[in-house]
């Protein structure tokens, strides 16, 4: 029995992350429906991998979508693959269309999801609470926002995070409260006032949110429409059999089609510009996620009343010294030099485990990578503790702890108060300079 | 005796105000002596007054590239340079760095008859100014493939790419370091410094799309990039069956060349062993190396 680890439900979709919805999609295309368990364990320390989507059979673990492809592949021994059949011409499609679709959509997602304040505030983040445990709840939500600005910043798109008006909102006036105080005459006329600003930036989102989109939809809706025949029972290359671009697809666009957000933007894009993509997208989603909305609570504590499109497993729900871990590494990985340490002991150990997959020579880098980062790190502690050391000896020699020894020295006797502060001056004073 | 003694207190206050503010005499002596020598203003540079009024791509090569014409070593230059080639623009090309670029990235082009004053076109407008020079065809309009399989090469083969040049290593130290980080200085505290930044930087980069950086998922992902890429050239000399190389053949050849190069003096190069085994982009890589 397989069991596939996802993020939990959301938005009535089996899962809230783009990529897991696509393997869960493959696996209802592909994977008899008796042979696998959908587990919503939404918390990717499951896996050794550290990431989910994650297949677990056995001791054996496997993550990302296209290793879980090729596994489940050598896994059946070719029966469970959905991409057996595909002529050479649609192979390479495969292959340029899934990239282009986890490329290009993503970023939206991101965008549509995370950077958008209204909808990050008001929807991700509360469905992040109800599918997450303590303490994980307060920990992963803001890392996954901070991953999404980190991949969206080169489009240039902040402007759809209130935040950050509100931050430039704040500069601006904390210049105008400054400019009170200075001369008219010093003060360089300020460039744009906050409306103007606001006004000129949701313009220009609009053009950039228009090619965004035009960018990846068109080429879908046209690849849809090539033969110019209705499309009912097709799929993306194949007229009658999936491939795993269609469960790629969607699990991306889907997220892509979520409705109800505070600014569907994404949504009404997708809508008007690629009507038979959205109409087949709507399709498939019913095809393999089933008619009704998922919640959480379905996925949290299945109960075999109730029948569902997907075979869902309660996830185990976490131990107390593993609530005790997640706290720990949350803490050892927001402290500076730990969490190097940390870092290195992680690549190290893959780099020496036997299984890890890797040539010889990779492991003899990695191990290599590993010591000299290593050394770095003594090094830069080392650096550290000198610059304290020398820090402390200098107030020292100023006289910052001198006094203080002579408060406390005071309370004894007084001889012995002089000699003593007199020699640690004199002592120090040869440390200091 | 009280006039003398008033003339002595002020006669003696504000002397010593004014030691108080006045430079000691020694001191004084030695400013005294400066400037030594007033020189003559420099002249202007030489270069601005004879150098060609052609256009003039900025990319990162060495001097002796320049002066021939030939690929650069960076794949985003050498696209640019391969794609103002093959539409028939006359340019030369000036070895420069990211400092000198007003977007802060290679390419840029001055042209000869600037538009619109003495501006700089960065990368992402060299394709609307060559059409506007040239009247060639804009490729993404005429093939929706286009913008799909070209999202293989600055998705798929680009992070390859990263990790075979920066993250590898010995690809680094015999490479990277000696095309990047070499020519830009000698203090050898700032290469360091230099190779620490471009490592962290392309780790980064990788790292904001998985949550480990998996070297073998890399390079598989790049062999099933150049399978799609081979299928999609299949017997034609150019991409989408066109007669003559454009964009998208500037693109490929921009990395394929580059993996391909003996001259770069790769330790380990498993891209280029994926690479040869599709014997049509090897092919389409001599075809436009003719062009330098």
């Known amino acids: ?433 | 005796m009280p006039p003398e003694g008033r003339d002595g207190h002020g006669s003696t206050m504000p002397d010593r105000a004014h030691d108080i503010f006045s430079v000691p005499a020694p001191i004084k002596r030695v400013f005294d002596k400066f400037p030594l020598v007033i020189l003559p203003s420099n002249d202007l540079p030489r270069r601005s007054n004879t150098s060609q009024n052609g256009n003039k791509l900025f990319v990162f090569t060495d001097r002796t590239g320049a002066k021939h014409g030939r690929p650069s070593f960076n794949p985003q230059c050498l696209k640019w340079q391969a794609y103002l080639k093959f539409v028939g623009i006359d340019f030369n090309i000036v070895p420069s760095n990211n400092h000198a670029s007003p977007t802060g990235a290679l390419p840029f082009l001055t042209p000869s008859l600037p538009v619109g004053g003495n501006t700089a076109i960065p990368s992402n407008k060299l394709q609307k100014w060559a059409i506007e020079e040239v009247h060639c065809e804009e490729e993404q309009q005429l093939n929706s493939r286009f913008e799909v399989y070209a999202s293989l090469l600055d998705s798929r083969i680009r992070n390859a790419w990263l990790y075979t040049l920066y993250l590898d290593n010995e690809n680094f130290n015999a490479v990277a370091r000696r095309l990047y980080v070499d020519p830009s200085t000698t203090n050898s505290i700032v290469r360091s410094a230099l190779s620490a930044q471009l490592q962290q930087a392309a780790r980064t980069e990788l790292l904001k799309q998985s949550h480990y950086i998996d070297a073998d998922d890399l390079i598989v992902e790049a062999g099933n990039a150049f399978e799609a890429l081979s299928t999609l050239l299949s017997d034609n000399q150019y991409f989408f069956g066109r007669p003559k190389p454009g964009l998208f053949d500037a693109e490929v050849f921009a990395y394929t060349h580059l993996i391909l190069d003996e001259k770069m003096g790769w330790k380990r190069n498993t891209l280029g062993q994926l690479l040869k085994k599709h014997e049509n982009l090897v092919q389409h890589r001599e075809r436009l190396l003719k062009h330098f």
């Open chain 1, 1 to 433: 029995m397989l069991e596939l680890h996802v993020w939990g439900p959301a938005f009535s979709l089996p899962s809230i992350d783009a990529q897991c919805l696509a393997t869960i999609a493959y696996f209802t295309l592909a994977v008899p429906k008796d042979a696998w368990v959908l587990v919503a364990s939404s918390d990717p320390s499951v896996s050794p991998t550290n990431e989910l989507p994650a297949v677990k059979n056995g001791s054996t673990w496997v993550s990302r979508f296209g290793n879980i492809v090729d596994y489940l592949r050598q896994y059946s021994g070719g029966e469970w693959d959905l991409d057996a059949d595909l002529g050479e011409l649609d192979r390479a499609d495969n292959i340029a269309f899934s990239s282009f679709i986890t490329a290009r959509a993503q970023p939206l997602i991101d965008l549509s999801l995370y950077v958008t304040s209204q909808n990050y505030r008001y929807q991700t983040s509360p469905a992040y609470a109800a599918i997450l445990t303590w303490p994980n709840q307060w920990i992963i939500p803001p890392k996954l926002h901070t991953a999404a600005k980190a991949r969206t910043d080169h489009l240039g798109l902040s402007s759809l995070d209130l935040e950050a008006i509100e931050d430039q909102r704040n500069r601006e006036h904390s210049a105008a409260v400054a400019a009170g105080h200075i001369p008219r005459n010093f003060i360089q006329r300020p460039r744009d006032t906050v409306s103007s600003l606001l006004g000129k930036t949701s313009q220009q989102n609009q053009f950039k949110v228009e090619a965004l989109t035009a960018e990846i939809f068109e080429p879908l809706e046209e690849m849809l429409t090539r033969d110019n025949k209705q499309k009912s029972q097709g799929y993306f290359l194949a007229h009658d059999t999936p491939s795993s671009l269609d469960a790629l697809a969607v699990g991306y666009l889907s997220v892509a089609l979520i409705p109800d957000l505070k600014h569907p933007w994404l949504h009404d894009a997708m809508r008007s510009k690629a009507p038979v993509l959205t109409a087949y997208i709507t399709r498939l989603r019913t095809k393999c996620f089933g008619d009704n909305p998922i919640t959480p609570s379905l996925a949290l504590s299945p109960s075999p009343n109730t029948p569902t499109a997907l075979p869902w497993r309660a996830p185990e729900r976490p131990s107390l010294p593993k609530i005790g871990t997640t706290i720990l590494n949350t803490v050892a990985d927001a402290t500076p030099i730990w969490k190097d340490f940390r870092t290195n002991a992680r690549i190290k150990s893959m780099a020496e485990s036997k299984d890890s997959g890797l040539s010889e020579q990779e492991s003899k880098t990695l191990s290599e990578f590993a010591k000299q980062s290593r050394s770095d790190l003594v090094l830069s502690i080392a650096t550290v503790g000198a610059g304290v050391i020398a820090l402390v000896g200098y107030m020292m020699s100023v006289g910052l702890f001198a006094r203080n020894a002579e408060k406390m020295e005071a309370e004894e006797d007084q001889e012995d108060y002089e000699i003593n502060a007199n020699q640690t001056a004199d002592f120090l004073s040869g440390l200091g300079v």
